[in-house]
């Protein structure tokens, strides 16, 4: 064998050592929680999409923690189709797919794949109402429909308008004057382009698909999604953000807060005492949360459940310190909160019975007048206070139930 291809042995274990020690990482991570924390702000960096609790991280959030890092976007266009007469696919489409490269001077941190097309349903189709079809010269039994609901400012009903940038048929007018006439149409305040509100009505009305015939109007828009959605995977791939921004906050600890009794970070003696005090510290919320005349006396003969069993039990019973009882329709709720998700649910179902019943200035007002006297800005306040958000909770309850049984009535 020639002596050329004798190569000297390779130390595997440095070459795969990390390149933080734990201290390093443990600063970084409470650098980037800090950072979040006291600066992104939730509904304008990060919000839930419908049907899901995860926090999910919005274009402005993205280009806030890039920022942070000091990483730049380079964006290239992988994939492109733009059949503008529909000839290969029978209609038009347009199709982007984009990779986001984050840079961080010379040296590449990150890179995410983003796409969209103008057939996702939200760009190929448009909801509108009877007297729309009617224009558009549609046969209304051939369309998807749905249930939905229009509304139109007080002083545009007034007006009637037939012509101009605002005129709708004489026909449409006469329907919302009729159904208002008639109590179908329910009085709101509705948001004007200048922030301020004003008087308006919304009646329900089936809504009916068709299709988007102004596609030439949404290609840039396209594009613009398909390099967001690649840029947005690109910053929590290259900022290490999945994490943090797809479990609750409370599954996160708070580095300055472990405490290990004096015994060296990371033995067995140092997760042991930091469990003991964890059992402790439940013990101690789930005593506050059930009056002892909550808790029937048990037979001393009778078995004792396990330690985990009797908590998770004791967890679930509906109480409320300081209240003799807890109202019957109270408890179900009071079960959902014990998860932070089932929280935010409690709340953002009470804000919207608020504002249904009182209209959107009052109900809101009401709502976070509610949790300003918990010392709360927002629901997510309550995420590491189950006693507070059921006190919140009860004083929620406490104003809507009547308003929905008078509803009922």
Known sequence: MSTELIQQPV???????????????????????????????EGIDFG????????????????????????????????????????????????????????????QMGEGIGSCSSWEAKYRYRWVDENTVNRMGLDKNTLAT???????????????????????????????????????????NKMKKDGTTSPAYEMDMTMYRVP???????????????????????????????DYFTQDLEDYIEVEAIHTGGNPVGTQAA?????????????????EQVPAAAIPSKPAAQAQPAPEAAAEAQASTPSFKGSKTVPEGLQSLWRQMFKPEGRMQVFDMFKANLIKSLGEEE???????VLNRHNAKEPRDFNKSLSDARRAAKDMYEIVEPLLSKQAA
């Open 11 to 41: 130390d595997l274990a440095a070459n795969f050592m990390p390149v933080f020690t734990t201290e390093a990482a443990l600063q970084r991570y409470q650098a980037f929680k800090d950072f979040v924390k006291g600066v992104l702000k």
């Open 48 to 107: 839930k999409n419908p049907g899901s609790d995860r926090d999910t991280l919005l274009k402005p959030g993205a280009e806030k923690l890039c920022t942070f890092f000091g990483l730049t976007p380079r964006y290239v266009l992988e994939v492109v189709v733009e059949d503008w007469r529909g000839e290969k696919y029978g209609q038009p489409l347009f199709y982007y797919r984009f990779k986001c490269q984050l840079f961080r001077g010379d040296f």
């Open 146 to 188: 749905r249930g939905g609901a229009i509304n139109e400012f007080e002083f545009a009903i007034n007006k009637a308008e037939t012509t101009g940038q605002y005129g709708k048929p004489a026909e449409y007018w006469a329907k919302w004057k009729g159904a208002i006439a008639d109590g179908k149409a329910r009085k709101i």
């Open 212 to 242: 988007n015939t102004e596609f030439a109007d949404i290609i840039n828009t396209v594009q613009k999604i398909a390099q967001k959605r690649a840029y947005v995977a690109a910053t929590l791939s290259a900022t290490n953000a999945s």
């Open 271 to 287: 997760a042991d005492y930091v469990r003991d005090q964890k059992l402790q510290q439940q013990r101690a919320e789930q005593q």
């Open 363 to 369: 109900g809101t007002r009401a709502f976070y007048a």
